[in-house]
């Protein structure tokens, strides 16, 4: 079978996307399949092309484009199945706001939260009491998010947003554990406890490695507590209308309430990247991992 394996992209995560195809890549060329790296650029010509030579596409991007739907558009168009979600729930996904209003409908709990579309005028204060949590409506990785203190703060947060072209999403301070759950098929997988090595679970965190954020995998946590996250995450990827995978994050609080925080579409896919680590647990390997999204994105074709 002939895969073509999509990273790079032109968003601030191509370097995390080229990290985690190598991951890919390799247990790709070990199932027996031809592969192709292909490094998506401005050039969307060369994409066209290149997926209408090839039997399936494996998307491995963050942020736009990849996780916004394009490339799954327009491989929808040349007829070039993949992996992983259709271009509608991609975007829904990935925009924050939009998200947010749909888990609300499907009844589960989310920080309250507004969307800001240009930046304030001086002397302007948000009807949120602080601490509150700053974040790229659009971005991924944990990239532009911030805890903001006060309001220096959260207009500096603002500003860096801003000046990245994107739109902001202030949300208030939930307290409690950092969990994460990853969706595989129809199935929820054993949730993650994150533990940030700093205030909160940042680009630093998620990426340093050992010294980053601990992530436990199962979180230790009560059956009956593990079963309500899985279903949150099972409904909140249908909320989306999501497919073969994703990955939920959570607040869990003190007093058990589950708050969902974001839907990721592309998660990471190193050998050592969260879902990864909950396929692990499930007692899948990562070659029987990357094999069973292949066949999502076939049975897709054949649907």
């Known amino acids: 079978m002939r895969v073509l394996l999509i990273a790079g992209g032109w968003s601030p995560e191509r370097e995390i996307s080229l990290r985690g195809a190598q991951s890919i890549e390799k247990a790709i060329r070990e199932l027996g399949h031809q592969v192709t790296f292909f490094k998506l650029s401005e050039d969307l010509g060369a994409l066209v092309k290149a997926a209408a030579e090839h039997d399936v596409a494996f998307i491995n991007l963050h942020g736009a484009p990849g996780e916004d739907g394009l490339v799954q558009a327009i491989l929808d168009r040349v007829g070039?199945?993949?992996?992983?979600?259709?271009?509608?729930?991609?975007?829904?996904?990935?925009?924050?706001?939009?998200?947010?209003?749909?888990?609300?409908?499907?009844?589960?709990?989310?920080?309250?939260?507004?969307?800001?579309?240009?930046?304030?005028?001086?002397?302007?204060?948000?009807?949120?009491?602080?601490?509150?949590?700053?974040?790229?409506?659009?971005?991924?990785?944990?990239?532009?998010?911030?805890?903001?203190?006060?309001?220096?703060?959260?207009?500096?947060?603002?500003?860096?947003?801003?000046?990245?072209?994107?739109?902001?999403?202030?949300?208030?301070?939930?307290?409690?554990?950092?969990?994460?759950?990853?969706?595989?098929?129809?199935?929820?997988?054993?949730?993650?406890?994150?533990?940030?090595?700093?205030r909160f679970f940042d680009f630093h965190d998620k990426y340093a490695g050992a010294a980053g954020a601990a992530e436990i995998c199962p979180a230790p946590l009560p059956p009956d507590t593990t079963a309500r996250i899985q279903e949150a995450a099972l409904a909140a990827h249908r909320a989306l209308g999501l497919s073969s995978y994703s990955r939920a994050d959570f607040i869990l609080t003190e007093e058990g309430d589950i708050y969902i925080l974001e839907v990721n579409t592309l998660p990471g896919m190193t050998d050592v990247s969260l879902v990864p680590k909950e396929a692990a647990a499930a007692g899948m390997t990562y070659l029987e991992l990357v094999d069973n999204l292949l066949h999502m994105a076939l049975e897709r074709r054949r649907a």
Request: glycine share 10%.
């Open 80 to 198: 070039c199945p993949y992996q992983g979600s259709d271009a509608a729930g991609s975007f829904l996904a990935l925009h924050k706001s939009a998200a947010k209003a749909l888990f609300a409908s499907a009844g589960l709990k989310t920080p309250t939260g507004m969307l800001i579309t240009a930046m304030p005028a001086p002397g302007w204060k948000p009807d949120l009491p602080y601490p509150l949590f700053v974040k790229s409506n659009t971005g991924g990785s944990s990239l532009h998010l911030a805890r903001a203190e006060n309001d220096e703060e959260l207009f500096a947060a603002l500003r860096e947003i801003f000046e990245a072209g994107s739109e902001a999403l202030i949300e208030s301070f939930v307290p409690g554990k950092e969990i994460t759950c990853g969706v595989l098929g129809d199935k929820a997988l054993a949730p993650i406890l994150i533990v940030p090595k700093r």
